[in-house]
């Protein structure tokens, strides 16, 4: 029983700044790791970064250098910080979190959230 919920998302002009929350709920599990997906119309969902519980960050090329993903494990959140935005990030984000159930026998689930709209234009 585990949700997991985006906030954040608006409308920002190119050049911006915007921050994206994740936060999963619910009790009797680790998270392991959360990462960050965006899907723009007409196009396939993709990656776009990922952080494990240890705080080992990975970026698609098109992000690098421009976003930056971080986490709170005390509040099982996870941050997306968006500088230099470019109409071409704009997409509907989704995070998914993936975790061990305390009493799956070690077994991993994976969660997403119903996403948050980022939108890149003057």
């Known amino acids: 029983q585990v949700q997991v919920v985006e906030s954040g998302g608006g409308l920002v002009q190119p050049g911006g700044s915007l921050t994206l929350s994740c936060t999963a709920t619910?009790?009797?599990?680790?998270?392991?790791?959360m990462g960050w997906f965006r899907q723009a119309p007409g196009k396939q969902r993709e990656l776009v970064a990922t952080?494990?519980?240890?705080?080992?960050?990975n970026y698609a090329d098109s992000v690098k250098g421009r976003f930056t993903i971080s986490r709170d494990n005390t509040k099982n959140t996870a941050y997306l910080q968006m500088n230099s935005l470019k109409p071409e990030d704009t997409a509907v984000y989704y995070c998914?979190?993936?975790?061990?159930?305390?009493?799956?026998?070690?077994?991993?689930?994976?969660?997403w959230g119903p996403g948050t709209q980022v939108t890149v234009s003057s």
């Open positions: 952080i494990t519980s240890g705080g080992s960050a």
């Open positions: 619910g009790s009797g599990f680790t998270i392991y790791a």
């Open positions: 998914n979190t993936m975790i061990t159930g305390h009493t799956s026998g070690g077994a991993k689930f994976s969660y």
